[in-house]
């Protein structure tokens, strides 16, 4: 990571308390008409890239390295800055984590949204994760729109290589030092966030879905040799304090919406929370829909496969994904969490 990048993240870290007011988080209906336009555009071009690029936009491929330009576009037409980190993965290929400042009031304090772009390589991954790129870019035009500094700064991270290894984020995370990481106030985290009928896959802070499953296992009359390494390894799973608060905001939000909610601990360690967690507050968003197809149950249709296409998107899980990334950031620039 480059030293500006990390300056500008955390400055001084003071830590002293300031007092601001919260960011509006009130979408009018012409707002949230604007946004859903904006952000099927954003899906219809990264199905273009990968159509022109053997359908995938995986990292170090053409399609990625033109996705990774069309984000760029978008970024540089905002008053912001925009800086790429190159990286090298486990398979030696360089990938590219994009990342934009919206600078804030109190320097000394950030907030990091991020989504990776690249896709695998057997599908154009629309709805992993060209669907949370499209959230993401809607969030950094709302703020460009307003044209307001926030609270904190807020850092937009466009993750490369989440398929291989989960390497951008981690790569980005493992650079940060202690005291850097206490002006971390959140990281958030948005993956396949355009699920149709959807389940929100929430951050389990307190890893009360852990025993949960062991008490479903008992029941089933599993040997308990079976699985006690498989449960003492998820609680193992780092946590920070302010994980529940997060958790609590975001699961708020969603039963308002009418959507279920299943709390986990598992797929923290297989995206890009993986980086962060215990080291930062955490939240993540992912909205699933699990079905069997044959002998196969998928995390949501077409998950990793050729049909990861346009035709696998809700627009309205978009906008509920948008929502409420803008809910944490409120949540997490108005409470003490780090």
């Known amino acids: 990571m480059k030293r500006t990048l990390i300056a500008a993240l955390c400055g ?3 830590l002293t308390a300031c007092s601001h007011l919260p960011q509006s988080t009130q979408v009018t209906p012409h707002q949230t008409a604007n946004t859903a336009a904006s952000m099927w555009q954003h899906l219809e071009q990264f199905q273009n890239i990968a159509k022109q690029h053997d359908n995938q936009r995986s990292v170090g491929s053409l399609g990625g390295q033109a996705s990774a330009e069309y984000i760029l576009k978008i970024a540089k037409a905002t008053p912001y800055s925009v800086q790429m980190l190159p990286f090298e993965n486990r398979e030696k290929t360089v990938g590219q984590n ?5 600078k804030g009031q109190n320097p000394n304090k950030a907030i990091i949204v991020g989504a990776h772009y690249d896709s695998v390589t057997t599908g154009p991954g629309i709805n992993d994760n060209a669907s949370g790129v499209a959230v993401l870019l809607a969030v950094l035009q709302h703020y460009a729109q307003h044209n307001t500094a926030p609270p904190y700064n ?8 989440e398929e291989v290894g989960i390497a951008g984020s981690q790569y980005f995370a493992k650079q940060l030092s202690k005291q850097q990481l206490q002006g971390i106030q959140a990281y958030i985290n948005v993956d396949m966030v355009g699920t149709q009928n959807p389940t929100a896959l929430v951050l389990d802070a307190d890893k009360s879905s852990v025993n949960d499953l062991e008490q479903q296992l008992k029941a089933s009359g599993m040997p308990l040799n079976d699985y006690t390494a498989m ?9 920070h ?3 529940a608060h997060l958790q609590q905001v975001l699961s708020d939000f969603l039963k308002r919406k009418n959507i279920p909610v299943r709390e986990d601990v598992s797929t923290l360690v297989a995206s890009d929370t993986a980086g962060f967690l215990g080291k930062v507050p955490v939240a993540s968003i ?6 069997m197809k044959g002998d196969i149950l998928e995390f949501a249709p077409c998950y990793h496969q050729a049909c990861d296409d346009l035709s696998q998107i809700d627009p309205a899980s978009l906008q509920l994904a948008y929502e409420a990334i803008l809910q944490l950031i409120d949540a997490a620039q108005t409470t003490h969490l780090n």
């Open 12 to 14: 001084a870290l003071s």
């Open 286 to 291: 992912i909205l699933f829909n699990e079905q």
């Open 231 to 239: 449960l003492d390894g998820l609680r193992s799973i780092p946590s």
């Open 241 to 243: 304090q302010g994980d």
């Open 98 to 102: 994009i990342v934009v400042e919206i």
């Open 154 to 161: 807020i850092y937009l991270a466009f993750w490369d290589s």
